[in-house]
């Protein structure tokens, strides 16, 4: 069974620039959540969807948002990126119910110059 | 606000030297107590999943246990690729029922 695949691995952008990236959730699994993974300040939750509707959202900007599709499959996006914004940002996919394990991506590495 | 504290930080151990990890938790109404590992520059692997007090799981030479405040992982006789980061994280009962809180991980480096 396919694990959870993120896209693109690395992306480096531009203070200003907006990026999308996106998460490809393990067969199935109908809820995708997104963190933020810094040294500073570990893994810290953005969103989470399930069935295209977000059921939650975590203490970050408006300048971040997100989308699920139809077919599970999820984008964040970014916009004006700030330095700060350099991170590896993870998605995760569970099954959908509260308890549940949730499975992560590789993550995708954002530079921000 | 649920809060999860992990400790020690960093821990160095000898290959078959036997340690604990600690992870201290405030949260309203526990849904679940989930424990990651994860190798430099890859996505965290999930672990174990506890769910009451007094609940213990096993996986080759790791056990996890669950109290009403903190959590333990125990690893018995570790080997060199044992080592990574051991992240612990909490899902409560509150408002936003469907996240994890994250400790800030302890980083195990085993020696052999």
């Known amino acids: 069974k396919a694990g959870v695949t993120q896209t693109p691995r690395y992306l480096i952008k531009t203070r200003g620039q907006q990026v999308t990236l996106s998460c490809s959730p393990i067969?199935?699994?109908?809820?995708v959540s997104w963190y933020q993974q810094t040294p500073g300040q570990g893994l810290q939750f953005l969103f989470e969807?399930?069935?295209?509707?977000?059921?939650n959202k975590g203490n970050f900007p408006g300048r971040f948002s997100g989308r699920q599709f139809s077919n599970s499959r999820s984008e964040m996006n970014v916009s004006t990126l700030e330095l700060g914004d350099s991170a590896l940002y993870l998605c995760?996919?569970?099954?959908?119910?509260?308890?549940?394990?949730?499975?992560f991506g590789p993550g995708t590495r954002l530079t921000v110059l | 606000e649920d809060q999860v504290t992990q400790s020690p930080e960093a821990l160095r151990l000898q290959e078959g030297e036997s340690s604990s990890l600690n992870c201290s938790y405030t949260v309203s109404g526990l849904r679940g107590l989930f424990w990651y590992r994860q190798d430099p520059g890859k996505g965290p692997e999930f672990l174990f999943t506890?769910?009451?007090a007094g609940e213990e799981k096993e996986k080759e030479r790791l056990k996890a246990t669950l109290t009403k405040k903190e959590s333990f992982l125990h690893i018995t006789a570790p080997k060199p690729e044992d080592s990574a980061t051991y992240l612990c994280?909490?899902?409560?009962?509150?408002?936003?029922?469907?996240?994890?809180?994250f400790g800030k991980g302890t980083l195990l480096t085993v020696n052999p």
């Open positions: 506890l769910y009451s």
């Open positions: 969807y399930f069935s295209e509707t977000q059921r």
């Open positions: 994280a909490v899902q409560g009962s509150g408002g936003s029922n469907y996240k994890l809180t």
């Open positions: 995760a996919s569970s099954l959908g119910a509260a308890r549940d394990e949730q499975f």
């Open positions: 067969s199935g699994h109908r809820s």
